[in-house]
């Protein structure tokens, strides 16, 4: 594999880190790799639900190239190292396979541990008539072992209460929580509104989102971020065997982590190179991590009631009417 180096200043200390982008296929790829050589694996695998890059098949079918892939992907991580697997549904005429419960075995035969399965909720989406319309993905965190990095301290949130005290026991009147913030939990609302208005391709706000490309399902280099930033130390390893455009590959190098990307499409792998070059001049756009959600005001145009609907009873209700 040809590594280039990425080069950037960062608190005013130069950085050198080195990245690849292979163009191929995830499992020829990966058979070249040497055992225990990556520190974190962060994916979203392809869902077999008919997208440009994907032929729909069985879902046995499926699984099973998944299972070869996956069975790879675990010789290469560390012993200290983790993957982390985000998936959404599998959808066949009409009925849902929750992908997570179809890979958890995988992994598990394979000898991994689930430490977490987050959920990633999203405000808006497609909307289902005939069962619940879905807002949330996952994200299951697997290790190799017991001994494994989790920095904590890196990924916490602001507390909702920091100043909180005992009211009892021995610390009583002491401050409760911790000033660093609180951990952000298993589900994950960081990324709303208008990210999600682009993975389900809702019209008029495409190209809104800073991060968008012709990618018609990237995943946020935010959501990565925190994997990346508790999961590995700087200048770990981290990999993404279906890279897409390259979001994995941008949140580790933005974070001092080397990277490889896998990408069988060459069209992704050339945007990924772009967007690498991108970050290393300064002029990548993200939407930082930790960013405040839009909410709209309730003068907003688009948050009032339409004339047209004021009259169903609905939203009389809803004014106590
Ligand atoms: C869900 S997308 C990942 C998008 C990525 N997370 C991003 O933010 O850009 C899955 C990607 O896997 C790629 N892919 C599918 N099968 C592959 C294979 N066997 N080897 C390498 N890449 C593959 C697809 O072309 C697609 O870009």
């Keep these: 594999m040809r590594f280039q180096t990425y080069e950037s200043t960062c608190d005013f200390e130069p950085v050198k880190l080195s990245y690849a982008i292979a163009n191929g296929d995830a499992l020829e790829v990966l058979s070249g790799m040497e055992h225990k050589s990556i520190d974190l694996i962060v994916t979203s695998p392809p869902y077999n639900i008919g997208k440009s890059y994907e032929v729909k098949t069985s879902i046995e079918s499926y699984l099973s190239t998944q299972e070869e892939i996956i069975s790879q992907l675990v010789r290469v991580l560390s012993n200290t190292g983790s993957i982390c697997w985000e998936v959404g549904n599998y959808v ?10 179809f890979y958890y075995p995988i992994f598990k035969k394979l000898g991994l541990q689930l430490r977490n399965r987050i959920v990633w909720r999203f405000g808006h989406g497609l909307h289902a008539s005939n069962r619940f319309s879905g807002r949330y993905e996952t ?11 989790f920095n904590l301290d890196d990924v916490r949130v602001p507390a909702k209460y920091p100043g909180k005290r005992h009211f009892k026991g021995p610390n009583k009147g002491q401050l409760s929580g911790n000033p660093l913030g609180k951990n952000p939990s298993d589900i994950w609302t960081t990324i709303q509104e208008d990210w999600d208005s682009e993975i389900w391709d809702i019209p008029n706000v495409k190209s809104n989102h800073p991060e968008k490309t012709i990618h018609p399902c990237q995943f946020p280099i935010e959501l990565v ?22 979001s994995t590959i941008l949140a580790a190098l933005k974070n001092r982590r080397n990277a490889i990307g896998i990408e069988k499409e060459e069209d992704y792998c050339r945007i990924t190179a772009e967007r690498v070059k991108a970050l290393e001049n300064g002029c990548l756009k993200t939407r930082p991590i930790g960013q405040a959600i839009h909410v709209p005001s309730a003068n907003d145009k688009v948050a009032s009631v339409p004339k047209d609907w004021e009259n169903l009873s609905i939203f009389g209700e809803r004014r106590g009417e």
Excluded: Q
């Design 139 to 149: 994200i299951l965190c697997f290790t190799k072992s017991n001994e494994y990095t």
């Design 225 to 246: 971020e925190r994997c990346i930033l508790a999961l590995t130390n700087e200048n770990d390893w981290v990999l993404d065997p279906f890279a897409g455009v390259g």
């Design 92 to 101: 066949d005429k009409g009925e849902v396979f929750p992908l997570d419960v």
